[in-house]
């Protein structure tokens, strides 16, 4: 059974840092995702890293945010830096084949693709 469960969440200052992580038990993965929901706003990922450790995120977070990943530890990390109140949200990590990540190769985003899903962690930034 697939268990991804995210901590590092909380409440911090604009400008300031966090690292999310997310331990993954039950199986391993060379794709995997972060994501973020705020309230009455529609899921939207932030970092995806594949094979080769390739990486790709979008504009509205490029240049702040990091996804990494040990795998002796199988762990995913998302470091974000410069923390903006618009970053208030729960953030998600997700897993599955690859194939389900077109985002890494010049695709849409589309989280109903991936399979695996952690219960969030939450992040609140304030002013």
């Known amino acids: 059974q697939v268990h991804l469960e995210e901590s590092g969440g909380g409440s911090v200052q604009a400008g300031g840092s966090l690292r999310l992580s997310c331990r993954v038990s039950?199986?391993?993965?060379?794709?995997m995702s972060w994501w973020r929901q705020a309230p009455g706003k529609e899921r939207e990922g932030v970092a995806a890293?594949?094979?080769?450790?390739?990486?790709t995120y979008p504009d509205s977070v490029k240049g702040r945010f990091t996804i990494s990943k040990d795998n002796v530890v199988n762990t995913l990390y998302l470091d974000i830096n410069n923390l903006k109140p618009e970053d208030t949200a729960m953030y998600f990590c997700?897993?599955?084949?690859?194939?389900?990540?077109?985002?890494?190769?010049?695709?849409?985003?589309?989280?109903?693709?991936?399979?695996?899903w952690g219960q969030g962690t939450s992040v609140t930034v304030s002013s």
């Open positions: 039950g199986g391993t993965f060379n794709c």
């Open positions: 997700a897993a599955d084949l690859c194939s389900a990540f077109p985002m890494l190769y010049g695709g849409r985003w589309e989280p109903s693709r991936i399979a695996h």
């Open positions: 890293l594949g094979l080769d450790d390739i990486t």
